[in-house]
C-alpha cells in the first residue's frame, strides 16, 4: 500500500487560504475525482497526476480540469452517476440539487479563465437540471446501481427520490424525525438505506416506498454532532455498514445483514465518533491468511472507515482486526471517503482541506471476481442482470445517433431560458385557456403558472416585484432545465431598480437564516429587466358561473333547511342567484307564485359577495368585463324546478359591458329597465355607435366574437347578431335562462339553468350538440337518496375551435363531447397530475396548450390533485405501475386530440413512444406504428382488419401521420430489444414516402 497526499489538491479561499473539502467521489473510468468544498465550488481533478507523482507537474497531465461554481452555498457531497459516469449530481446547503453534464460538443469555456479567479478549464461540464424541494441542506446523493434513481437527504428531515433519466421527483419519504445524513442504494435495487440523527436506520422497500425495517439498536448513545452519517451497502448485498454507531461510550460502524434487519458485526477501534463508511466496489476471493492455499478463499468484501479521530480504517470480511490502520494522516475529521471503481484506490477528503490517497496492489485484498461472476451473487437476491443487445443493422445505428442529437438539441433549447433573467423564482405570467390556436408564453419550467378565467384585452398582472415567496414544507417546483450559452455577467452589475427581498426563516434556537436572492442571471446583459415581458392574453370562458343542486328524485316535495341553503357555495354570488328551491319538486300548473326569488336569501348571498369583492380588491385582478348595479334576482322558470340539475341563475344588472373577444377594438353594451321596458343592446368603437338593437326581455349574459354576437335573456330568449348587426336567427327560445354564454368563431355554445348545452354552427346555422344534459359530469349516478345536494359545480366551459365543449368541473376535472360516440369523455383527471408542476408531460409545451393550461389550473386550485400521482411513477418492478403510466399517456394522448391541441399531442406521442421502448411493449408498439404508416402494398387492410384503406386518414390535426412515424422511430431505437420492429416499419416507410 502506498499513501499519497498532494498538495496542489485544495479549495482555496479569496487569501488563499485551504477550506474544508465536504465530499469527494471517483468517476466510474477512474480518470477524474470531484470534490466539493466551503469555497461553494466543485472542482475535477486528474486522477494521473494523483497516483504518478512524476506526472504531477508535466504540463500533458494538467490537474485541474474544470471548476463549477453555481451554488450559492457549500457544496456538501458529488456523485458521479453509474456506469459511463455521464452526469456529476450536486448538493449545497443552498437547498439546490444540481445535475451537471459533460458538453463535448463545444469547448466554449475550454482554456478561459473562470470568473473571479485565474484557474483554467480543460473540460467544459455545464448543468442541465436544477432539482428543488428540499427546504435545508443537501448533504448526501446516491445513484441507483442502474441510474434508474437519483436519491438525496437534508437536514429538512425528508428523503426525495428523483428520476434518474428525466430527473423528475418521484417520492418524497419524510418518515425520518431528525436529519438525514445517509444514504444508500441496495446494489440489487430491491431496496434503499437512510441514517438519521433521530438514532436510526431506516431501509425503504422500492416497490411501495414503504419501511421495510427501522434499526435504532447501536444508535442509542450515539452523539448528534456529526457532519454527516454516510452509510455503504456491501457490493454482494448481503450487509450494509453504517456510520456513527455507539457500544456505550465507544464509537462503533455497525453493520447489520440483509433480511432480519439485526446488527451482526461491529467495527471497533476508533476513538471518535464515525463520519463515513464505504464499502469497495470489487467483490474478492479473500484467501483465510497471507500463506493460505488459494483454493481456500472465499467470497468476501472490503470496507473503509473514516473518523472524527482524524484516521482510516481498512477492514475485510471475516477479520476481527483492520487490514490497515491509517493514523491521524489530517488534522481534522474525515468526511468522505470513495473507492475507484477498480477497489485498488481509497481516496479519502477532510475538513482540514486536504486529500489523501491509498494505493493498494491488485492483489493486496485478494483475486477480484469480474462482472459475470459478481451479478451471479446478486442473483440469489433477485437481481436480474440486463444483457447487453448486439447492433444486428445499421439502419438502428443511424436510429439511435439521430436521437443523440434531437435530444442534444432540445435540451440547449430548453435550457437558456432559466438564466436570461432573475434566478429566483420570477412572476408568474397572466395564462388563460385558449380559445384560439394563438401563442402562450408559460415563461420558465419552474415558475408556478396563474390561470385567469374571464376575458380581456388588457390584463393586469397580480404579482407583486420583489415579493420574496414562502414554499410549503414538502412542495417543489421541479427540474428546472439550465444551460450556459454566454460569457458569465456579474451578478451585481445591471442599471435594473427591481429590488429583490431576501428570504429570512427562524430556527428553533432562535438564530436567523438568510436566504440569499439572486439579482440577475448569468447571461443577462446590463439593464436586462429582472421580470419577463407579460404574454398576450388569450379569451377565457366564464368562470365559476354554476353551483348545481341534483334531486335524486323528481317527485321528491321535500324542502332544505335553512342551514342547508346558507351552505350553498357560490364562487361569483354578487352575479349570481342559487339554484331554485323555491318551489316545491314537480312545480305548481299554471301558478306563478314562487318564481321570484325571496329577497332575504338574495341580499344574504350578496352580502357574502359583498366581503369577497372587499377582498378581491387588494389585488390587481383583470377585469374584462363592465357592470352595473343589481336590479333584482332572475327570474326562474317552473322548468328549473322540475329538472333534476339546476345551476345557478344569473341577477339582472342595469349595465353590462364586454369587450369582444377578437382582440378588437370593439365593445357590446347593455342596459336593463327596472321597469317593463325593453333592453338596449349595442356595439360600440369608442364613442361611435356601430349598431344597436332593443330585446323585449333583461339582457343577463352577451359575447361577441370578430363575426358574430349573441345575448342572453332572463326569459330564456338568445339573439344571435352578424357583425353588422343583423339578427341571423329568428329568436331562440331555450327551456330556462342561461347559465354559460360563450363563442368562439362560427360556434355558440349556451348551457341553461337546467344543466343542458347546446353548440350552434352559426356559419351554418345547424345544431353541433343539442340539449345534451351535463348531469352525467355533475356525478349525478353516484346520488342514491331523493334529497337535494349540493354537488360538483361547473367552474368554466369554453367552445374550442373544432366546435367541441369543454367543461371545467368544482374538482378540476375537465369534460369534452364526443359528437360521434354521443357521450361525455373525461380529458383530464387531476388525481393524475404530479403536484410539481415540471414532472407532467404537458410542463413544458409553451403554445396552444389546453391540457398544460388545465393542469395548471387545477394546481392553483388545489383540492384532489395528484392524489393518484403516486401510481405512475411506483417502482420499476411494479407492472401495476407501468401499466399506470402507460394508461395515463393513452389517455392524455387521444385527449389532446378530442381538444384539438396539435401540439401537446405531438409531444405527448413522443413520450408515448419512449415510455413503449423502455417497457419493450411490442404489441402496443405494433398498433401504433400500424395506424401511423397506414396501408401498405396497396393492402386495403391493416391493424387486424380493424381500419381500411377507404377511412384512414393520412393526417391527424393537420399532421402528417407518416411523418410523425418517421420521428419516434429514432425513439422506439432506443430500446435495441425492438431494433427489428424499428428496421421493419423504417423500410415500409421508405418504401411509401418513394412511391408517394
Known sequence: MHLAKPSWLAHLDDKGQRTSIFSIHVHPDGTRIATGGLDNKIKLWNTIPITDGSKAHDPNFPTLLCTLGLHNGSVLCVRWSNRDGRYLASGS???????????????AWAGQSIFGSGEQNIENWKPVRRLTGHQSDVVDLAWSRDNTYLAS???????????????????????????????????VGEYLATESDDKTVKVWRTSDWKVQAEISEPYTSSPTTTFYRRLSWSPDGSHVATANGAQGPVPIAAIFNRGEWRPDVSLVGHDSAIEVVSFNPVIFMIPESDDADPDSASVGSVCAVGSQDHSISVWVTRNARPLFVCQKPFDHSVLDLAWSPDGTHLYACSYDGTVVVLQFLNNEFGTRLSMEEHDK????????????????????????????????????????????????????????????????????????????????????????SGQAVQQKPGVSNGPVPMEFENAIASGSSGSTNVQTQQTITLTKDGKKRIQPQFLRGLTSSPGTPLRPPMPTPMPMPTDNISAPTINGNLSNTSTLSQSQQQ????????????PS??????????????????????????????????????????????????????????????SQVRLASHKVKDYLAKDRLDGATLKLECFNNNTKGPSQISCTRGKVVIWIDYVPSSIILLTGHSQYSAVACEDGSLFVYSSAGRRLLPVIMLESAASFLEICREYLLCITQTGLIYIWDLR?????????????????????????????????????????????????????????????????????????????ETSEVIGGSILASLESMARQRGGNIGSLAYLRHSGGKDTQGKAHVIGHLENQLVSSELVNSPTEYRRLLFAYAQQLADEGAEFRLHELCMELLGPVNGQDSFINNNQTRSNWDPFIMGMSKRQLLKEILPILASNRALQRHVTEYGDSLKKILKID
Open 764 to 840: 351554418n346555422l345547424k345544431a353541433i350538440v343539442s340539449s345534451v344534459s351535463t348531469a352525467p359530469i355533475l356525478q349525478a349516478a353516484t346520488l342514491l337518496s331523493d334529497d337535494f345536494h349540493s354537488t360538483v359545480s361547473i367552474n368554466s366551459a369554453c367552445v374550442r375551435p373544432n366546435g367541441l365543449p369543454l367543461l371545467v368541473t368544482s374538482i378540476n376535472e375537465a369534460w369534452s363531447y364526443h359528437l360521434d360516440m354521443k357521450t361525455w369523455v373525461r380529458v383530464y383527471d387531476p388525481r393524475y397530475s404530479t403536484l410539481d408542476p415540471s414532472n407532467s
Open 567 to 578: 351552505s350553498v357555495s357560490l364562487d361569483k354570488a354578487s352575479n349570481l342567484d342559487a
Open 153 to 187: 437527504c437534508g437536514l429538512d428531515n425528508l428523503v426525495f427520490i428523483w428520476d434518474g433519466r428525466k430527473f423528475e421527483k418521484l417520492h418524497k419519504l419524510d418518515a425520518h424525525q431528525g436529519f438525514v445524513k445517509g444514504v444508500t442504494w441496495d446494489p
Open 377 to 464: 451473487i446478486l442473483a440469489k437476491y433477485g437481481f436480474i442482470p440486463k444483457d447487453p443487445i448486439i447492433l444486428e443493422n445499421t439502419t438502428q445505428l443511424a436510429m439511435e445517433g439521430t436521437l443523440a442529437i434531437t435530444n442534444k438539441t432540445s435540451s440547449s433549447g430548453r435550457i437558456a431560458a432559466l438564466m436570461s433573467g432573475n434566478q429566483d423564482l420570477p412572476p408568474p405570467p397572466t395564462v388563460i385557456i385558449p380559445e384560439m390556436d394563438k401563442k402562450i408564453n408559460y415563461g420558465p419550467p419552474s415558475a408556478p403558472l396563474q390561470i385567469t378565467t374571464e376575458s380581456s384585452n388588457t390584463i393586469k398582472s397580480s404579482s407583486v
Open 581 to 642: 328551491r323555491a318551489l316545491p319538486a314537480g312545480g305548481i300548473p299554471a301558478i306563478l307564485i314562487g318564481n321570484k326569488r325571496k329577497e332575504s336569501f338574495a341580499s344574504e348571498i350578496a352580502a357574502q359577495s359583498n366581503k369577497r369583492q372587499s377582498f378581491s380588491k387588494t389585488r390587481s385582478d383583470p377585469v374584462i368585463e363592465t357592470e352595473g348595479y343589481v336590479l333584482r334576482s332572475g327570474l326562474v322558470p317552473p322548468s328549473v324546478t322540475m
Open 93 to 107: 446547503d443552498d437547498q439546490l440539487l444540481l445535475i451537471w453534464e459533460w458538453d463535448k460538443s463545444t469547448e
